[in-house]
């Protein structure tokens, strides 16, 4: 009988094959691995940058004597030392860089600067009683909860030290054109009963209530079967060139089998709004040649309010989470379509009526007619921090 020692055909397949899928698994492998890498770096790198920066702070408190330390503005601090130096702690929002004197750290575009969060504890109307300070600056990884760092100062200091460690915190008013604020509601105080939310700006796009939506003290509750608001004069109103809208909401619960809660918008086959998924991501859809949707990386929990905002123009849409700059979408020279219905909040209004209600909390509504800057929607978000505290 002759023996074959050579391979079969379906043998040499069979080994190809297999070779394939072991090349692809290592090729998959090296993938992730550079993956880790790189965000194992990038993370390291943002450590050691908050270190080197959170030492040069501590050692000038430790070592030089503090006489004063005050704000100069929105996330800035001054620090003024007995040497005659004053060294100033800061934050460029919009260009993501934290500067302390002559040293500055710049973020990439996986992290996002927060607010600076100053608190003093002790007796601290009581001059000449020690107390302490504390400082805290987040920095916020936009697609990972659990990457979020933080730059914290702690520093026992006498009462007399520290003067006027608080900003006054007020919404921007340039090119302000809508102003819904559930606490005045009626434009000179608030009422449970009304059923016109009356705009503060001088422009009146008012929003009419449908289906008696619940009021609070500080917010209106609509119900996600059948409340909702119309800003009835905002029907086809053009936003271009720019714009910025932003909402304090609180989603509450979803309906039934719904997945995804559109709550302030005017979708039809043109315009866009806001809405939050089942996934606990918030998205931006805004017809742009086509709608075109912007969904955070980063998640949010439900029944949390949040301070949400889009700045658009005709190359850029951008959105933020409660002050900081979660996504971006470049273009290049598109206007937003006109909607021919108007505004709507609690739902998504179209040209048959209201659908897609949503079960939503909110607070205020603010529209611009131009694209804040990073700064600004950091302000605004700071103010609903401390008006509805």
Request: net charge neutral; with cysteine; charged share 15%.
């Amino acid at each position: 009988m002759k023996n074959n020692k050579g391979f079969t055909l379906i043998e040499l397949l069979v080994s190809f094959t297999l070779s394939m899928i072991l090349v692809m698994i290592l090729f998959q492998l090296i993938i992730n691995l550079k993956e880790l890498y790189k965000t194992s770096g990038t993370t390291t790198d943002i450590i050691n940058k908050q270190n080197i920066m959170t030492n040069k702070i501590y050692t000038d408190l430790t070592e030089k004597k503090l006489i004063n330390a005050s704000t100069c503005g929105l996330n800035c601090i001054d620090f003024s030392y007995s040497t005659g130096e004053t060294k100033r702690l800061s934050a460029d929002i919009e260009n993501q860089i934290l500067k302390y004197d002559d040293y500055a750290m710049k973020l990439n575009n996986e992290y996002s600067l927060g607010a600076f969060n100053v608190e003093t504890t002790g007796n601290i109307y009581s001059q000449n009683q020690k107390a302490i300070i504390s400082i805290k600056i987040p920095i916020i990884n936009k697609s990972n909860n659990n990457e979020n760092l933080e730059i914290k100062i702690i520093y026992p200091y006498i009462v007399n030290e520290i003067t006027n460690l608080t900003v006054e915190k007020t919404y921007v008013t340039d090119g302000l054109i809508t102003y819904l604020d559930a606490i005045n509601n009626t434009g000179s105080g608030h009422s449970n009963s009304t059923t016109t939310w009356k705009d503060l700006t001088e422009n009146s796009y008012n929003a009419t209530l449908y289906n008696n939506p619940t009021w609070t003290e500080n917010s209106i509750i609509f119900n996600g079967t059948n409340n909702y608001a119309l800003l009835n004069n905002t029907k086809n109103k053009s936003y271009n060139p720019e714009f910025t809208m932003e909402i304090r909401v609180k989603p509450v619960s979803f309906i039934g089998s719904q997945t995804t809660m559109e709550f302030f918008g005017n979708w039809e086959g043109a315009g866009g709004g806001f809405s939050y998924n089942k996934s606990g991501k918030y998205i931006a859809m805004y017809y742009l040649n086509g709608y075109k949707t912007i969904t955070t990386t980063k998640t949010f929990d439900i029944n949390t309010y949040v301070t949400m905002a889009v700045t658009y123009n005709s190359n850029q849409t951008k959105v933020y989470i409660n002050g900081v700059l979660l996504e971006t979408l470049d273009y290049n020279n598109i206007n937003l379509k006109v909607s021919p219905v108007a505004l709507g909040i609690g739902g998504n209004p179209g040209l048959n009526g209201m659908g897609n209600y949503a079960n939503i909390e909110v607070q205020n509504v603010l529209i611009y007619d131009r694209a804040l800057t990073a700064n600004e929607v950091m302000q605004n978000y700071l103010t609903d921090q401390e008006k509805y505290k």
